[in-house]
């Protein structure tokens, strides 16, 4: 198993521009969520899936869409990038809403100039 | 809502010393509790979880941590730091039966001195 796999590693955009963040994960996992880590902010919570067509917002979703169409897919989308949304963005997923671990990717690095 | 206070952003040690890393929590319901290590430029470790069993958790790299409903606390120790503990560490809450949904500490950033 490849377990939570994340493209691209580093990003460079300019304001405004788009770009979707990719997430993959090959363990038939119903709960995947994207997190942005901040230095000094510890991650923060951008939006959540429970399953395939579900997703709801966490607590900083302001300027990203996300989408579940299948159960191994959660991409986020930026749709008009700003500075504020530089951070390292990681994604995670989890097989069960109670006390399994979340698994997190290695993170996507991104910078908005 | 929840939230999570670690102690300290940044702690140093000496190797062979106690390791204590201090978290508090604030949660209206009945919590999770996990703690993350993470390694330099890479994703998050699972260390050790609290999910209402046991108080006293052991996880891996003979890191353990207690949960004390008393004191709202669920503080990460080792009782002998090694070098290859340097990371930066983070405790997080979830509601039962939501770990999908995290709510991190501000992380702490352990240093081991030779």
């Known amino acids: 198993n490849a377990g939570v796999t994340q493209t691209p590693k580093f990003q460079v955009l300019k304001t405004g521009q788009s770009m979707t963040l990719q997430c993959a994960q090959d363990?038939?996992?119903?709960?995947m969520s994207w997190y942005r880590q901040d230095p000094g902010m510890g991650l923060r919570l951008i939006h959540y899936?429970?399953?395939?067509?579900?997703?709801d917002q966490g607590e900083v979703p302001n300027g990203y869409n996300v989408s579940r169409s299948t159960t191994e897919d959660f991409p986020l989308r930026l749709l008009s990038a700003a500075p504020s949304q530089t951070s390292v963005y990681f994604c995670?997923?989890?097989?069960?809403?109670?006390?399994?671990?979340?698994?997190f990717g290695p993170g996507t690095r991104l910078t908005v100039l | 809502a929840q939230s999570v206070t670690q102690l300290g952003s940044h702690v140093s040690v000496s190797e062979g010393a106690l390791v204590l890393l201090r978290c508090n929590y604030s949660?209206?319901?009945?919590?999770?509790l996990f703690w993350y290590v993470q390694y330099p430029n890479q994703g998050l470790q699972l260390l050790l979880k609290?999910?209402?069993?046991?108080?006293l958790v052991k996880g891996i790299n003979g890191f353990e941590a207690e949960f004390k409903k008393s004191e709202t606390s669920f503080h990460l120790t080792k009782p002998s730091a090694h070098m290859s503990d340097a990371a930066e560490y983070f405790c997080?809450?979830?509601?039962?039966?939501?770990?999908?949904?995290?709510?991190f500490g501000k992380g702490t950033l352990l240093t081991v001195n030779p």
């Open positions: 899936s429970v399953g395939a067509g579900i997703t």
């Open positions: 997080a809450v979830s509601d039962q039966g939501s770990n999908y949904k995290l709510t």
């Open positions: 609290y999910t209402s069993a046991a108080t």
């Open positions: 363990m038939n996992h119903e709960y």
């Open positions: 995670a997923s989890t097989g069960s809403a109670g006390n399994n671990e979340q698994f």
């Open positions: 949660s209206s319901v009945p919590p999770y």
